[in-house]
C-alpha cells in the first residue's frame, strides 16, 4: 500500500528558498517567527517537518502567502 509522504527536505529548501530571496538570515526569521533558530535550521535541513502553525508564522515573518509556498512545494515534488 503507498502512502504519499511530504519530503520534508524539500519543505525545508522552500523555505530556505524564499529567506534567501528575501535577504534575511535564519536568526531574524526565526526571531520574527517567534520560534528557536536551532528548530528553524533543523526545519531547513528536512530534519524537521514544521507543524501547519509553524509553516504559517515562517510564512508570515517571511510576508509571503502560505498558497505560494504551498505552489512552489507542489511545483518541485514534480520534478
Request: glycine residues 8%; charged residues 25%.
Amino acid at each position: 500500500m503507498y502512502i504519499p509522504m511530504l519530503d520534508p527536505v524539500i519543505v525545508g529548501k522552500a523555505i530556505a528558498h524564499f529567506r534567501k530571496q528575501r535577504g534575511i538570515s535564519q536568526e531574524v526569521l526565526s526571531g520574527l517567527a517567534d520560534i528557536g533558530r536551532s528548530h528553524l535550521s533543523a526545519i531547513e535541513r528536512g530534519e524537521r517537518k514544521p507543524t501547519l502553525e509553524t509553516f504559517y508564522r515562517i510564512c508570515t515573518a517571511l510576508g509571503v502567502k502560505m498558497s505560494t509556498v504551498i505552489v512552489y512545494l507542489e511545483e518541485e515534488l514534480e520534478k
